[in-house]
Nanobody, 124 residues
Framework: VQLQASGGGLVQAGDSLILSCAASGGTFSSYAMGWFRQAPGKEREFVASISWNGGTTDYANSVKDRFTISRDNAKNTVYLQMNSLKPEDTAVYYC??????????????????WGQGTLVTVSS
């Protein structure tokens, strides 16, 4: 399974951005998917996750009510809509696939496949 994240860029505080993660190979529609991020000098952290059918989602408290994760199984793609961006959202964002997951998980160890990351920079 290969995951290709895209959509990152430089934005101002308060702006919106949408990230995409396209999957190839494997059986995307059966995987739970997640977004994680890693800021400079910090550990990778959970952002959002979604079940295989999109019926269940989970968010980190820091992004709840600002970010929305969604998926289109027909396009083998998962999205992260990011609104009201803050400078502290600056990080490399990674998408990941949990091939055995039914429910979405916030645990990095649950994910089997990772994309290469896309950089989001939010200026104040």
């Amino acid at each position: 399974v290969q995951l290709q994240a895209s959509g990152g860029g430089l934005v101002q505080a308060g702006d919106s951005l949408i990230l995409s993660c396209a999957a190839s190979g494997g059986t995307f529609s059966s995987y739970a998917m997640g977004w994680f991020r890693q800021a400079p000098g910090k550990e990778r952290e959970f952002v959002a996750s979604i079940s295989w059918n999109g019926g269940t989602t989970d968010y980190a408290n820091s992004v709840k009510d600002r970010f929305t994760i969604s998926r289109d199984n027909a396009k083998n793609t998962v999205y992260l809509q990011m609104n009201s961006l803050k400078p502290e959202d600056t990080a490399v964002y990674y998408c990941a696939a949990d091939r055995y997951g039914v429910a979405p998980s916030p645990l990095i160890s649950e994910y089997d496949y990772w994309g290469q990351g896309t950089l989001v920079t939010v200026s104040s």
